[in-house]
């Protein structure tokens, strides 16, 4: 007889509640009673996971819970639909396996990661724990297989990204919040403590490096502008093609988005934006030419009355800019950092390694080639360009509907991603950024799916 999802899963639940109690009495009982209703309430329809990870990931992406190791609860989260989705399969009730070339690409990519695995483990001479590491990374890239599993129809789709621009919207009112009611990065450092982010010295040292950066919970005010930039096109195309409060959501995301990105000072995200308003003007899609020249306005008009956001454009025609200066250095040292890791130096620890004359890279592709090797660097343009030859969109977008919409906001959005790889890396291995990337990315490849014409089928004589 073979024993389905149905009986295994609550046998096991019931054999954890019990040893619980033995072990640890009815306090220890009760508060596993209430992580277990948690659990069973994911692990019995995992989308119910994936939605609340959209919803939490985008606005407190780095709150962390300790199960044995410190993870962030999106990663959590991320596991437990992982065990939902394991237990779909024992009950046969999940679609095929996701095959598309990208999702291929991707595969190899994660196998080929268990080689500098192995060899970070015995180069690298830092603390960590590689193999915690890696399991985490999977995570984190593992939405490219939960949304074709999980959405594969378009009405879950559509919830998933209601929920996703519910979790900007989110960050977006802590951090407007926190920027309007006050500039002391103690209050930022105070909330985030509450929520039991790791590390709250490195915190307070980074908010209060620059405090007329906006602050968030995304701590480092770059990743607060590539999280924003992830989520303003998203937002623009969603009110297009929705009206009441969907429409105020959707705009509320991209102005707010694009505030955003101005006051945390993010150069490479206030670029790479510009490149995706750009494209869609080159694309011919309706106001997208006036929206440039109304971007362009509003941004003169910032600069001209906002004195921190003078101070960072100025910096970037500065010979003196100390980040500049930084990268300059990067990729002149750069040779000789990936010499002395020629498999990659793995996950025990992030770049740079802790080694003296030992500098990290500023660049999205190479930092795959420093993280895993030369080969997994090669891979990684494998995947997205396996990904862009099924979602590339050929001819003009001279009429946005329902259909097209989204498609062209996640596969912008992307692009924008991707080019904010030629200044910054953290699109590679930024725990829960990544994860939205992938999101998005797995997002485009379903809409492209959907929207693809049937293949045509030989007529019968």
Request: charged content about 10%; proline content about 7%; hydrophobic content about 55%.
């Amino acid at each position: 007889m073979r024993w389905g999802a149905s009986t295994v899963f609550p046998a096991v639940l019931g054999g954890l509640f019990a040893l619980l109690m033995l072990l640890g009495g009815a306090p220890l009982g009760m508060l596993a009673a209430g992580a277990l209703a948690f659990a069973v309430f994911i692990v019995t329809q995992p989308l119910r996971g994936l939605l609340l990870f959209c919803l939490l990931a985008p606005a407190l992406p780095w709150m962390t819970i300790t199960l044995g190791v410190r993870i962030t609860t999106s990663e959590a989260i991320l596991a437990l639909t992982w065990v939902g989705v394991f237990f779909q399969w024992l009950s046969g009730r999940l679609p095929p396996w996701p095959d598309q070339p990208a999702e291929r690409a991707m595969m190899r990519l994660l196998v080929w990661s268990i080689v500098p695995l192995i060899a970070g483990q015995f180069m690298v001479q830092a603390e960590g724990v590689g193999p915690v590491n890696w399991v985490r990374w999977l995570l984190n890239v593992s939405p490219v297989f939960l949304v074709p599993l999980l959405t594969p129809d378009q009405r879950n789709r559509d919830r998933l990204l209601l929920c996703l621009l519910l979790g900007f919207a989110g960050l977006l009112v802590i951090a407007l919040g926190f920027f309007f009611t006050g500039r002391d990065p103690m209050r930022m450092v105070k909330f985030l403590t509450t929520l039991q982010y790791a590390r709250p010295d490195a915190i307070q040292d980074i908010l209060s490096a620059d405090p007329t950066r906006m602050a968030s919970p995304w701590v480092h005010p770059n990743s607060t502008g590539g999280a924003l930039l992830l989520g303003t096109p998203l937002g623009l195309f969603f009110a297009v093609i929705h009206t009441g409060w969907r429409r105020a959501l959707g705009l509320f995301v991209a102005v707010g988005g694009a505030a955003g990105i101005v006051f945390s000072g993010s150069r490479g995200a206030l670029l790479c934006m510009g490149v995706f308003v750009v494209w869609l003007a080159y694309k011919k899609t309706p106001y997208a030419g006036r929206g440039l020249l109304l971007a362009l306005f509003l941004a003169t008009a910032l600069l001209v009355l906002y004195p921190p956001a003078q101070t960072r454009f100025a910096s970037l025609f500065s010979s003196n800019d100390v980040s500049t200066g930084v990268r300059f250095e990067e990729y002149l040292h750069f040779p000789e950092s990936v010499a002395r890791y020629p498999l990659g130096m793995g996950f025990k620890a992030d770049t740079p390694a802790t080694a003296n004359g030992v500098y990290g890279i500023s660049n999205l592709w190479l930092n795959y080639w420093y993280k895993l090797g030369l080969p997994g660097m090669l891979l990684f343009i494998a995947v997205t360009t396996a990904w862009w030859r099924q979602v590339r969109m050929p001819g003009d977008f001279k009429v946005i509907h329902e259909g097209n919409a989204m498609r062209i906001a996640t596969v912008g959005t992307v692009l924008a991603a991707l080019a904010t790889g030629f200044i910054d890396h953290y699109f590679s291995f930024t725990q829960v950024l990544i994860s939205l990337f992938w999101l998005i990315l797995a997002i485009s490849l379903q809409t492209a799916k959907a929207s693809a014409p049937p293949p045509k089928t030989a007529a019968l004589s």
